[in-house]
C-alpha cells in the first residue's frame, strides 16, 4: 500500500539559511501533519491542514510556514536555521480530520542538520 | 494541557518472556488513545486506536488495552524482531496528538 512520501529524506543546512520539506501524503488523504522530534524526543505537534486550509497550530516557530497545495501535497518552509532546528521532521496524513476517529500515519522523516 | 507518561523508559526482555508497557494519560475529554511503533530513524509505524474504556484490540503477538486512566500494550512471547520505542498518543483536541516520551524495548535473543 502506498505510504506517506518525505523528501528530501536528509538535509544539511548551515545556521541562518533556508529549508523546505516536502511531504506528500497517503492517496486521497486530504490532512497533512507536521510533526518535530528531537533527539531522544516525542514527536512535537508543529501544524496541521485539512482541505488546503490550516486546521490546527502547535509549538511552530515564527521563522517556519506551512502550506498545502491543490494535490493535497504539503510543504513546510523553514528560514533562518538555528542549530536547535536539527531533528527529525515527520508529516502525517490521514482522510479527514481526527474528530473524524481517523488514524494519522506518518512518513519516513526528514533528517534536518544545522551546522 | 494533555499529559501521556509511558512506563518503563526502557525495557529489556529475553525472548519469549512476555510483559506489558504502561500509559497513563491526563485528558480533558479523550477521543482516542493511539499505540505507535517506531525504529529508530524512521517514522512512527501505526499499531492501534483505542476509544472507550474496556476496548481492547490484539495484532500478532500485541495486544492493547484501555481503562478511563491508562492503556497497556501486552506482548506476549516477543521475538527479537519486536524490538523498537512503542509510542503511546492521545488524541483529545481538534486534530492534534499529544505522545508520550516513549518506551524502549530490546528483546533479547
Known amino acids: 500500500a502506498a505510504g506517506v512520501i518525505q523528501s528530501p529524506r536528509h538535509l544539511i543546512k548551515e545556521k541562518r539559511e533556508t529549508a523546505t520539506l516536502k511531504c506528500y501524503p497517503i492517496p486521497r488523504h486530504d490532512t497533512v501533519y507536521w510533526y518535530q522530534q528531537g533527539p531522544g524526543q516525542d514527536p512535537q505537534f508543529l501544524i496541521s491542514f485539512y482541505e488546503k486550509m490550516q486546521s490546527d497550530k502547535g509549538s511552530i516557530p515564527d521563522r517556519f510556514s506551512a502550506q498545502q497545495f491543490s494535490d493535497y501535497h504539503s510543504e513546510l518552509n523553514m528560514s533562518s536555521l538555528e542549530l536547535g532546528d536539527s531533528a527529525l521532521y515527520f508529516c502525517?496524513?490521514?482522510?479527514?480530520?481526527?474528530?473524524?476517529?481517523?488514524?494519522?500515519?506518518f512518513g519516513p522523516g526528514t533528517r534536518l542538520l544545522v551546522l | 494541557e494533555d499529559q501521556v507518561t509511558q512506563s518503563p523508559e526502557a525495557l529489556r526482555l529475553q525472548e519469549g518472556e512476555s510483559s506489558s508497557l504502561n500509559c497513563s494519560y491526563t485528558v480533558s475529554g479523550l477521543r482516542g488513545l493511539f499505540w505507535y511503533r517506531q525504529d529508530p530513524g524512521k517514522g512512527p509505524e501505526f499499531l492501534f486506536t483505542?476509544?472507550?474504556a474496556g476496548e481492547e484490540k490484539e495484532k500478532e503477538r500485541l495486544k492493547a488495552t484501555l481503562t478511563k486512566k491508562e492503556s497497556f500494550l501486552h506482548i506476549t512471547a516477543p521475538k527479537p524482531e519486536d524490538s523498537a520505542t512503542y509510542l503511546c498518543a492521545v488524541h483529545s483536541g481538534y486534530s492534534t496528538l499529544t505522545f508520550g516520551k516513549g518506551t524502549m524495548l530490546l528483546v533479547s535473543p
Open positions: 502525517a496524513s490521514s482522510l479527514g480530520l481526527l474528530s473524524r476517529k481517523e488514524t494519522q500515519y
Open positions: 483505542l476509544y472507550s
